[in-house]
């Protein structure tokens, strides 16, 4: 058994020298206690001084031991004080993101609310412009028609008479540009309505 405590010690040592990590030492040195201790115990007789150096190794190798679990309890407090500082700091850091995030949305929302109550104003004022319109051409169109087609009426009545050839081509003319121009009335109302919509 003690032989094979410090052929482990020198596989620890090897480990170590790859690892560089402590525990491999302090298992090295308690592989060596140990089978020192072990291979003592063979050669000691009660209370002589080989039964001593025994007990010695063995409360040597419990120290170590001690130490070992005393040494791995503080390393692991210390990364679980050293975990949940960076956690608490993560935590604050990530709650004042989502705290600068919520109160930009907030605002973005806002300004989205209002843009849309912007909008849809804009949209009713832009409907009754285009009902105010189309009614306003509609009137206009309605009172340039009337006299338009009295004109054209009462030319062609005139022209029924009797007129030399002058007369009839300048009267043939107004009644011509009337019916140009109220042609040209009829064209702007019904643009105003494909512009409405209707």
């Known amino acids: 058994g003690g032989v094979g405590l410090f052929l482990a010690a020198i596989r620890l040592v090897l480990t170590y020298r790859k690892t560089n990590k402590v525990d491999d030492l302090l298992f090295c040195l308690h592989c060596v206690l140990f089978g020192a201790a072990a291979i003592m115990f063979e050669q000691s007789a009660i ?3 080989p039964w001593w150096g025994w007990h010695l190794l063995r409360l040597m190798a419990y120290g170590v031991a001690l130490g070992l679990i005393v040494l791995t309890e503080i390393r692991a407090q210390r990364l679980l004080i050293q ?6 700091e993560m935590t604050e850091t990530l709650e004042a ?5 919520t109160s930009e949305l907030q605002r973005k929302n806002v300004e989205l609310e209002s843009a849309q109550k912007e909008l849809i104003k804009a949209r009713d004022e832009a409907e ?3 009902r105010a319109k189309s009614e306003f051409l509609a009137n206009m169109s309605h009172e340039i028609r009337t006299p338009l087609n009295a004109v054209i009426g009462l030319t062609e009545i005139v022209m029924k008479t009797e007129l ?3 007369q009839r081509e300048h009267l043939g003319i107004v009644v011509d540009s009337a019916e140009s121009l109220l042609s040209i009335i009829n064209d702007i109302l019904d ?3 494909i512009e409405a919509g209707k």
């Open 164 to 166: 030399n050839d002058s």
């Open 47 to 49: 209370w002589d001084v």
């Open 83 to 88: 975990t949940t500082r960076e956690l608490t």
């Open 97 to 101: 993101r989502v705290e600068e995030r």
């Open 128 to 130: 009754t412009a285009n």
């Open 191 to 193: 643009f105003s309505k």
